[in-house]
């Protein structure tokens, strides 16, 4: 089993940054494809980005496309989301995910970590 625990979430004025890492522990994550989620109020948990086993492939919701970039470490076991350029729009829970290559299916996930931008 993995455990996923993200962190660097806070409060950040609109056109601010963060970068928030999902440390993974319990066994490697170097062959899990890795993703990030979002969830606003009210809204529906949402894809955000993943990228490949390697880091090689990457993909984005189109929301986020140019502003943010996932990045992955296998050497500290630890995936990342630099999120610059944030919108109110951004605010929400996000939780990080590992699941096999290969397959579309998510099974491990963090326990989330608030990002709220203020207008």
């Not at 949402?46 to 990045?71: C, L, P, Q």
Request: charged share 20%; hydrophobic share 35%; glycine share 12%.
């Amino acid at each position: 089993q993995v455990q996923l625990v993200e962190s660097g979430g806070g409060l950040v004025q609109a056109g601010g940054s963060l970068r928030l890492s999902c440390a993974a522990s319990g066994r490697s994550i170097s062959s899990d494809r890795m993703g990030w989620f979002r969830r606003a109020p009210g809204k529906e948990r949402e894809f955000v980005a993943e990228i490949s086993w390697s880091g090689g492939s990457t993909f984005y919701a189109d929301s986020v496309k140019g502003r943010f970039t996932i990045s992955r470490d296998n050497a500290k076991n630890t995936l990342y989301l630099q999120m610059n350029s944030l919108k109110s729009e951004d605010t929400a829970v996000y939780f990080c995910a590992a699941g096999p290559t290969f397959e579309s299916r998510w099974t491990h996930w963090g326990q989330g970590t608030q990002v709220t931008v203020s207008s």
